[in-house]
């Protein structure tokens, strides 16, 4: 037992060097995304609260969109980094052609949609006015972005999961600057161009994404990367592999969208509140994406080098990865979370065009109780994500990362909205109530070490690892 204690806290420096290697890269892509939405919100906000307001509930729409994607992108990314334990690059080219399918299809859905319903969806999220109306503007424009990023998260998941974290963030910085450059240029009109304002903000995105794909999808067909697939090798699968594939990503993405649904949820109640409580939530979001990035990187790390483990057949290694991961995650939540707690004032003092007194003391609090739950939060995410699903459990984890949040979370945020008519701090803190339960039934799972299942026997019989 004590042999098995000191594992987890003495790294060797082969695996500390590996574990770098990934989640360093990964988080300064993080840092570089969350660094794109912290100068859309400081750009649009100087616009004005409701411009502010309707940005961040138009972003709803598409991170709806983008977590259904991710469902799917990240369910094929733990196909793909045991394939590449493994050493298989027909199977890697096999799970991209059907995750295509996948993405390519969302990215249509959710793009009709904000092209032919954007007033009915965007009175989901705000009330009848002057912020509701830049919304609907905002998501007509912005969703041309989703069959970009449709693409790009296929070959840059691909490109993490086969050891080169590097060229995706890259491809994140470039998109960065391409979309700094443009918001400055297309919401205040700037360097000969007309002032847009929030649909300014819309094209900026396209265009970024459109540098995001051709840096990524141009890396890995210039230097031949295991994800440079060909048209002939987009050809459906054979049948038992393809059903093998979606019973597995189909689970994962089924996950990402109920509780993107459900996390959308709780915005539709915020928005019940008025613009100043979604701004209030909206500056949490922005702190809570900037601060975690390094915290998504172990999650990331965890999944990948996990699943490499596994693919490669050491059940051993993935089990002491595992829990290396977990108490990693643990002691830098803590960290991540004072520094939230301490740096609440100078982030409203940045924000302060956006509140009148009562309203900055709501983002405080709400500020305060993020930094308090955040351990609790992370053990869940990365116990669900960076090991769980990187094991292969995607059904069980599905079960309890979705089914937290309508079982508990949505109805603990209906009540504190509807019934007990609470301000925006307590309909906020109602939703974190549901982290109980995950970590009451996800860490028994986990410790069962049920989760490890071999998914490079896809399309044979199944084997345990």
């Known amino acids: 037992m004590k042999e098995s204690v000191r594992k987890i806290f003495h790294w060797d420096r082969d695996f500390s060097r590996r574990m770098l290697r990934i989640a360093l890269p990964m988080a300064l892509q993080n840092l570089v995304s969350a660094s794109a939405h912290i100068v859309d919100g400081l750009m649009v906000a100087n616009l004005g609260p409701a411009e502010y307001a309707a940005v961040t509930q138009a972003g709803r729409y598409s991170f709806l969109f983008q977590l259904f994607l991710f469902g799917a992108s990240s369910g094929t990314a733990i ?8 050493g298989d690059r027909s199977g890697i080219h096999k799970v991209m052609s ?3 399918r996948i993405t390519v299809g969302l990215a249509m859905l959710f793009l009709l949609g904000s092209l032919l319903l954007p007033g009915p969806i965007m009175s989901l999220f705000l009330q009848e006015g002057r912020s509701r109306d830049l919304a609907v503007e905002y998501i007509s424009t912005v969703g041309f972005s989703y069959v970009l990023i ?19 963030m890259t491809a994140g910085v470039v998109s960065i600057v391409t979309n700094t450059f443009f918001n400055y240029a297309l919401i205040n009109g700037r360097f000969g161009f007309a002032p847009l304002g929030v649909k300014g903000a819309a094209i900026a995105t396209v265009i970024a994404s459109a ?15 295991p994800g440079a ?23 994962v993405v089924l996950n990402e969208g109920l509780w993107a649904l459900g996390i959308t949820t709780y915005g539709a109640f915020y928005g019940m509140r008025g613009d100043a409580a ?19 990187g172990v999650v990331n790390a965890s999944a990948i080098m996990i699943g490499n483990a596994i693919g490669a057949g050491r059940r051993n290694d993935a089990i002491l990865i595992s829990r290396r991961m977990l108490f990693a995650a643990e002691a830098l939540s803590v960290v991540t979370a ?6 609440r004032e100078p982030v409203l003092a940045v924000y302060s065009k956006l509140f009148q007194e009562t309203s900055s003391d709501s983002a405080r609090t709400i500020l305060l109780i993020a930094g308090c739950t955040m351990p609790f939060r992370f053990f869940n995410t990365i116990n669900i994500v960076g090991v769980l699903r990187a094991g292969g459990d995607t059904l069980f984890s599905m079960a309890l990362d979705a089914g937290s949040v309508w079982i508990i979370g949505v109805p603990c945020v209906a009540i504190a909205t509807k019934a007990l008519g609470l301000p925006i701090e307590g309909i906020f803190l109602a939703s974190f109530v549901e982290e109980v339960l995950k970590i009451a039934v996800g860490l028994p799972r986990f410790l069962s070490g049920k989760w490890i299942n071999n998914l490079t026997t896809i399309g044979k019989k199944e084997a345990r690892a």
């Open 79 to 86: 196909f793909i980094s045991q394939f590449w334990g493994k």
């Open 98 to 100: 059907l995750c295509f």
């Open 150 to 168: 449709a693409l790009d998260i296929v070959f840059s998941n691909t490109l993490r999961s086969t050891g080169k974290p590097t060229v995706a």
């Open 211 to 225: 540098v995001s794909l051709a840096v990524n999808a141009g890396y890995t067909y210039w230097k031949r990367q």
């Open 229 to 251: 697939i060909r048209l002939n090798q987009l050809a459906m699968p054979g049948r038992q592999f393809t059903l093998d594939y979606l019973k597995r990503v189909l689970t």
């Open 278 to 296: 979604v701004n209030a939530i909206g500056v949490y979001n922005t702190v809570d994406q900037l601060m975690t990035v390094l915290l998504f």
């Open 338 to 343: 004072l520094g939230i707690i301490l740096l």
